[in-house]
């Protein structure tokens, strides 16, 4: 690249310094909702990032000289997804700015049905609901639950209060093996935070639960098994809240 070139190309990208060019788009991957976000760094650098709702798991970028070619990255990467049925939707204030996603969207996700597998091998979704099913309605009997905003899965949770669906059906089919923060009040999150892992909620459920040596996606979803569980998890919150007095 000579000197007249480097300046004129070096005019175009001082035009277009900072974010530009900000996409996110939604769409479904195997039946489930995924985001794609494209942008444009300083008319170089080519950003994309995507993941599932509330939680974002990959981000890479690619560079240019010429911003003619940084913006034809932009292009081809949204008519790529535009092509697989994506669509536009409003672009998070984070991604506009130049930020990237917010740690709050990561660490705290409990459960996402990706993430289950058996020597390498992954579970069959359905099967990675009841665990989660049951801990959820438990939150839901003592108002540690925040209700579903759409009308739908509301009335999906009526029927499973009333116990005419399953814990695991009611999550599978509400929540589609997602829980998170936003499902939770305060103190749900809190304690959650300090039970709702390998060693304090899932221990318990192997224990109490599954039989010797089953595998942990083995419980049987019923209301059954509910019952097994909810007597434990009265005792460990009320020794969590014990301890939180004490604080």
């Known amino acids: 690249m000579g000197i007249r070139e480097w300046y004129s190309e070096f005019k175009k990208r001082r035009a277009l310094r900072g974010v530009t060019h900000t996409h996110c788009m939604e769409g479904l991957v195997d ?3 995924e985001y794609r976000l494209i942008r444009l760094r300083d008319g170089q650098i080519s950003e994309y990032c995507w993941g599932a709702p509330k939680r974002y798991g990959g981000l890479s970028s690619r560079g240019s ?4 070619q940084a913006l034809e990255h932009i292009r081809s990467e949204h008519a790529k997804w535009a092509e697989r049925g994506f669509v536009d939707i409003a672009v998070p204030e984070w991604w506009s700015a130049g930020d990237y996603p ?19 091998e992954k579970v069959k979704e ?14 839901d009997a003592n108002g540690m639950f925040v209700p579903p905003g759409n009308e739908d899965d509301l009335a999906k949770l009526e029927r499973a209060r009333q116990r005419q669906m399953t814990p695991g059906a009611y999550f599978g089919d509400a929540h589609g093996g997602w829980f998170g923060p ?3 009040t305060d103190e749900g999150l809190a304690f959650t935070r300090s039970y709702y892992n390998a060693k304090g909620y899932k221990a318990d459920y192997r ?5 010797p040596r089953s595998n942990f996606y083995s419980g049987v979803d019923t209301w059954e098994t509910y019952e097994l569980i909810a007597h434990v998890l009265y005792e460990r ?3 969590w809240k014990a301890a939180q007095e004490l604080k």
Do not use: C, N
């Open 31 to 33: 039946g489930k909702l």
């Open 207 to 211: 224990a109490h639960v599954l039989k």
């Open 237 to 239: 919150y009320a020794a």
């Open 182 to 184: 936003d499902d939770l």
């Open 65 to 68: 000289a010429y911003v003619a």
């Open 126 to 139: 359905e099967d990675t609901w009841t665990h989660s099913g049951m801990y959820l309605m438990w939150l």
């Open 102 to 120: 917010p740690e709050a969207e990561g660490p705290d996700f409990f459960e996402d049905p990706d993430f289950h597998g058996i020597d390498g």
